[in-house]
């Protein structure tokens, strides 16, 4: 089994920062790419954020130069920092993980799901 528990989702101003946590446990040999998708009412999941193993990034357009990626491999935990968020960033955030597990069988593995709102 494995599992990933995010935290950090919340309601905040336009111009306010939020940071996204999330961390994989449980039956894991090792952790590959993580990263972050969103969610809007009515819009297709969207990549937001994603990182490798060796800290190579890539952003989508509408988030470049406001949000910062980052993980820490020890901790299997990977973190979303959002600054500047703008009302088009209210959605659901969910992390994701290609994870090899113990029994040798790889695959994404996804968080739950925290809201985060930007009012204007």
């Known amino acids: 089994q494995v599992q990933l528990v995010e935290s950090g989702g919340g309601l905040v101003q336009a111009g306010e920062s939020l940071r996204l946590s999330c961390a994989a446990s449980?039956?894991?040999?090792?952790?590959?790419?993580m990263g972050w998708y969103r969610q809007a009412p009515g819009k297709q999941r969207e990549l937001v954020a994603d990182?490798?193993?060796?800290?190579?990034?890539r952003y989508a357009d509408s988030v470049k130069g406001r949000f910062i990626i980052s993980r820490v491999n020890a901790k299997n935990t990977v973190y979303l920092q959002m600054n500047s968020l703008k009302p088009e960033d209210t959605a659901v955030y969910l992390c994701?993980?290609?994870?090899?597990?113990?029994?040798?069988?790889?695959?994404?593995?996804w968080g739950q799901g925290t809201q985060v709102t930007v009012s204007s």
């Open positions: 994701y993980a290609r994870i090899i597990t113990v029994a040798g069988r790889w695959g994404d593995h």
């Open positions: 990182i490798t193993t060796g800290g190579s990034t």
């Open positions: 449980g039956s894991i040999f090792s952790v590959n790419n």
